[in-house]
């Protein structure tokens, strides 16, 4: 991936304001000059907003059983009612409480399987861009190898020997994933490292620490929030198809996946049960795509001219 | 050209060799694999015998050459499961696999390319937003709930087709267009965006002042170019194809290796599970060195120098 290689979209950083604050402000400004990246944002505030608060709105108890009402068909369908508004599965447990849980797990897991892989391959891409050498060889090596190994099967023959949990989840989730941020990473700093104001905080005098601070970290961001954003819908559907195999967090967790592979035992007669789960799943990751190429059409100059 | 060629193959033997060891030694991190192997209740002396009947008495590193040695000559282990030699379960499943990966990658390229391609050139237009904004649904959704989406209206509400196994033409529709879908979108996005690049490029207008037909323009000059990074991504994107294939045979009970492994992993038969693993990354690695040594024939710009062309 040579998403950043040279032009990278922001120049030296001037004074006043810490340069993080002012490259976010300035991405703040140029997303709005796309309504579907804001769009995307909106539905996805709404649902991490949901998924946060849904005890208030809906107190009601994803795990508890009442055989008496199974399968009820969601409200607005014959036989339904609103005391179960998307229904009930084979066990007379309310969809929609099961989905809002499961919304609750996925983003769970997946933002911090992000936050695993964004920050080990930022520290790694930047160790290896900065300082080069041996250490640069090591890592870029071990990249290839990651690269190599299908990340899927990476993460199924981890998950095989550890067990499941959502610590390994994330674990397993994130490491597997840290490569493209770090290729990311060192691609722009390779560039960063060379431009002239780098080369005169150098001659002042300007501590390394400083001068990745202060100079490298601000600009060769923002290649990596589009990877994150991107990432993590790959990660949420990952997530959710361990979990349809029975890999995910360990039962009796209502997640996405499981909600999922327990309906298909009843395809037939409760249709509610395999498709809504998926809807919410994809609504998620739809908003996230939307608003990651946003971000992407806002951040990389070069195709902010031949996309739209 | 050569020099190119040895290079990439000694680095595909290096990568090899680091996965072997990484699946080795993931089987032992989980400390003593014996103690996972036997019932519970086996004694002492049990656990001791098929210690040493497997070789775990020895030294880690002896155990991985053994592994090594025994790879090298075709003997990847005993299924704990089935006890039969776990290479020959693998093999009997891998062209069900292939099959389905195969069918799904070219009903994705198939569909895909036109789709891009009409995209760009009517770029602005109905047909293009209607068809990135059904990329758009494509990318976000998981291919297993597609495959059970597909279940349910073409074998439970219409009857048309048969939910599981394999076997015709009709087994294969939806595993391959379940799997197939999210690629196709992707492919579709990429085809569109590079043909755009491509076609404000010089020798396109070039080709077109010529009084060159239309189709000639896109078809032969345009499309050469932007078929690289197709190539690339196809390359990269098939780990994507043999990991969902796992999820997806399971989803329609289709009798490959991602069911295989699946089952594996349930019954704890890590030497079968790392089996499937080793087979399904070697065949992405030789996917990739094949896509990388295919750039030769797409672009004669690249020489194949000895500076850093990395992929």
Redesign the interface.
Known sequence: M?AADDDLPLAAPRRAAPPLLRALTALGAELRRHPSALAGGAILLAIVLTAACFPLLWPVDPLAQSLLERLQPPAWQEGGGWAHPLGTDNLGRDVLARILHGSRVSLVIAGSAVLVAAVAGTVLGLLAGYHGGRLETAVMRMA??FL??????LT????????TSIANLVLVLGLSDWVIYARTMRASVLSLREKEFVQAARAIGTTDGRIIRRHILPNALSPILVLATVRM?SII?WE??LS????GPPPPTPTWGRI?AEG?SY??DA?WL??L??IA??LT??SI??LGDGLRDALDPR?RN??R | MLRYVLRRLRHTVFVLVAISAISFFFIHLSGDPVMLMLPADASDAEIEATRRQLGFDQPLWVQYGRFVAGALSGDLGQSLYYHVPVLDLVLERLPASLELTVAALAFALVVSVPMGILAAVKRGSMVDFLGMLAALFGVSMPHFWLGIMLILLFSVTLGWLPTSGRGGIEHLVMPALALGMSLLAMFARLTRSVMLEVLNLDYVRTARAKGLPEIVVIGKHALRNALIPLVTIIGLEFGFLLGGTVVIETVFAWPGLGRLVVQAIFNRDYPLVQAVVLVLAGIFVAVNLVVDLLYGLLDPQIRYRDGKETA
């Open positions: 040579t290839d190898i190599a190994y299908p990340f899927m099967l199924i023959s981890v998950i095989a020997v550890l067990g819908a559907i959710s198809g349809f195999l029975g890999m999922l298909r395809i037939t249709w395999v498709t789960p998926g799943i994809m990751i739809l795509n939307l195709v031949s996309i």
